[in-house]
């Protein structure tokens, strides 16, 4: 094996960058073998203070200029543009891209519905028609003695004004709260098609456009709603309707998933079409005949980051790590085949896999990498691609060279659960609906609902504020939602098992217990914040809490974000009424008007609001704090005192 030199001067001390003892270990062989990732990136590239700042901007060559981050904020750039026009438009463009992500993703997944529906796609099909009625349904679409044929390629037309429609109202609209939509109506924030409001905030944000934060501010929270309720909800619902909605299943996760004995292939990106057809493969007869000919015991198909993440709450796919575990994972010397497709991919990930003779396949005409061998995937053919990447992978394994070294670690726990599963779950075959939770919510044993999301970030200890903070959450009595990469940290640390509510507070400990649930819901990827947003509209819908999503006694956080996906899904989770708090660092100056805007006065424009702290434990006060208050408005704040839960409440909450 070559080593490749370590260029790094300082050394990082493992235990200070991860609370994940299979990274850890990693970290430590990656030492011994010479090897470099992003956690000693990190420690050797210091953040660049004036881009955290978000005070420079190169939108013009009169530029780059640089202003003052600290008051008085009276510098101003070339054609004039003030700090809070260049973080405004600095935000503008992240919020358009990690829009542009998710929703080009949905697209993708658009166009495989279209091509199945019209059959000139046949190694996929229709596997939930219950959900593609009710999808149907929910916007309008007439399925009353139709075909699923003409049910689906009515719902395809109407999905593909998600991202095309030049006027009018995005079709998830329809889902909105009544209250939610009309402070967007007047704000004049409904989402037209994704691809014309990403294009506008492109042009806004262009030198000598939209020079006001507050009205940069409404172009951001529209492109981001159609993510969240368009490219995104359209990219969780079509996945459903072709692959399956979620229910629980009990899965393993972390590096312990890896077996010595065999051909171990890790996919890793974020559309599930891929991952789908992996699986497909990877159960070949032919294939898994030729791994045991080459002395394996098997093929073994594992996930990372957000496919991963749906392949984990869809099949119940082994998982072995999140987004700073992609590189450490490669250190094992026990990955014969590193297959990605789009999004959240590191370059470095290169060098790592030459360094243990793994190939690394790239598969998506998005994204290729120098230094990884392309293998396009076409899904009128899909096996051709991932029948290649496995033959390659049962060949690496035949000659394997570096020396492995599996860490033994594996948390199990239980996924999926769907917003049509929390429905069932709690209501019970026969009346499924949300009545027990808002329930629960009014009478106290449940607090309130938190969506703790996102990445993982090599400039905070990995997993730890994650895990701090949902622990801090759960012990008062708070439900946590989770997606991404921040599912799998509380998956690795055990709080995704029923047995975790033991560390609840009391009432959530109770609701647990009856229902047999974990505190900590896990429910898909990124994409599938969806789901909490449409939870969050049953919420409403089902009465007793509120008229709109702002009334709720929920809270957002993501507390190692690093990605602009990331900053488009608070801006969204902002717009739709969540107060949403983000750790790290947060790329807008405190004290300019920009931030004012964001932490404060959408509140009282009947939206949400921005919070940051990178301490775990403050978020948590703060969240609480907010959920608290929202009680209070609710008038349900009395209900905190302990209530016994008499036989018929039982029975409810078990029927
Ligand atoms: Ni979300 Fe998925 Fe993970 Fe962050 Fe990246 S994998 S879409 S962006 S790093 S949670
Ligand atoms: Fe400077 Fe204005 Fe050009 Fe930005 S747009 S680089 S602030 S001159």
């Known amino acids: 094996m070559e080593k490749k030199k370590v260029v790094s001067k300082k050394e990082i001390v493992t235990k200070d960058v991860t609370i994940c003892p299979s990274t850890a270990q990693m970290i430590e062989k990656a030492k011994r073998d010479g090897v470099e990732t992003a956690f000693d990136r990190a420690a050797n590239m210091k953040a660049c203070p004036i881009g955290a700042d978000s005070a420079c901007c190169k939108h013009c060559s009169m530029g780059p200029c640089r202003l003052n981050a600290k008051a008085p904020y009276d510098k101003v750039g070339v054609c004039g543009a003030t700090i809070d026009t260049i973080m405004a438009r600095n935000f ?114 262009h030198m000598g456009v939209d020079q006001h934060y507050e009205n940069i501010t409404k172009q951001c929270s529209r492109t981001a709603l159609a993510d969240g309720w368009g490219g995104s909800m359209v990219a969780t619902e079509i996945a459903d309707i072709l692959f399956g909605t979620p229910t629980p299943v009990a899965v393993d996760v972390d590096m312990g998933v890896l077996k010595e004995d065999q051909v171990n292939i890790i996919v890793h990106g974020h559309e599930p079409n891929l991952f789908e057809s992996m699986l497909v493969s990877s159960q070949d007869p032919a294939l898994v005949e030729k791994a045991k000919a080459a002395g394996a015991k098997g093929i073994n198909l594992v996930g990372m980051c957000c496919s991963g993440a749906e392949m984990l709450v869809r099949h119940g796919i082994p998982h072995a790590g999140n987004f700073m575990s992609t590189e450490t994972v490669l250190v094992t010397g026990a990955i014969d085949a590193f297959c990605v497709d789009v999004q959240c991919i590191k370059q470095g990930l290169v060098a790592v896999a030459e360094c243990y003779d793994t190939p690394l396949f790239t598969t998506n005409p998005r994204c290729k990498i120098e230094g990884a061998e392309h293998v396009e ?114 998956a690795k640390a055990g709080l995704t098992t029923p047995e975790a509510a033991h560390l609840a507070g009391s009432g959530l400990k109770e609701v647990c217990e009856t229902v047999g649930m974990p505190p900590v819901l896990g429910l898909g990827a990124c994409v599938d914040n969806s789901r909490i947003l449409i939870a969050c509209a049953e919420m409403v819908k089902t009465g007793g809490l509120g008229e709109s999503i702002a009334d709720l006694p929920v809270a957002g956080a993501a507390p190692e974000y690093m990605s602009e996906k990331a900053i488009c899904i608070g801006q969204y989770f902002v717009a739709s009424g969540v107060f949403t708090v983000f750790g790290v660092s947060f790329p807008i100056v405190e004290g300019t008007k920009f931030h004012k805007h964001l932490f404060q006065e959408l509140e009282d424009e009947g939206m949400g609001k921005w919070g940051f702290t990178p301490d775990p434990y403050e978020m948590a006060k703060m969240m609480i704090d907010h959920i608290d208050a929202k009680r209070k408005a609710l008038g349900i704040d009395k209900a905190r005192e302990r209530v016994l839960m008499d036989m018929a409440d039982r029975q409810k909450l078990s029927a």
Not at 112 to 117: A, G, M, P, T
Not at 400 to 420: D, Q
Not at 443 to 467: E, L, M, S, Y
């Open 92 to 205: 503008a463009r992240m919020v358009a891209a990690g829009g542009a992500a998710h929703t080009d993703h949905g697209m993708s997944m658009l166009d495989l519905f279209r091509e199945v529906v019209n059959g000139k796609i046949l190694d996929y099909e229709i596997k939930d028609t219950q959900k593609l009625e009710s999808v149907a349904q929910e916007i309008g679409i007439e399925t009353e003695g139709r075909s699923v044929k003409e049910i689906a390629t009515a719902l395809y037309e109407e999905l593909e004004r998600t991202y095309t429609q030049v006027e009018g109202e995005i079709p998830f609209a329809k889902r909105v709260p009544e209250k939610t939509l009309e402070v967007w109506r007047k704000q004049g924030i409904v989402p037209r098609g994704a691809m014309r409001e990403i294009m506008e905030l492109m042009h806004r944000s």
């Open 377 to 490: 995937f076409h899904e009128h053919d899909p096996r051709e691609c991932t029948d290649a990447m496995i033959i390659k992978a049962i060949h690496r394994f035949q000659n394997r060279t570096a020396k492995i070294e599996i860490p033994k670690n594996t948390g199990s726990g239980v996924h999926g659960f769907s917003h049509e599963y929390i429905n069932y779950m709690l209501g019970g075959t026969f009346r499924s609906s949300y009545v027990p939770l808002n329930d629960n919510i009014i009478n106290g044993r449940i607090r309130g609902v938190a969506g703790v999301v996102g990445c993982t970030n090599p400039r905070v200890k990995q997993d730890w504020v994650h895990v701090e903070l949902v622990k801090e959450l759960i012990r008062n009595d708070i439900l946590v939602v989770q997606t991404g990469c921040s599912q799998i940290a509380l």
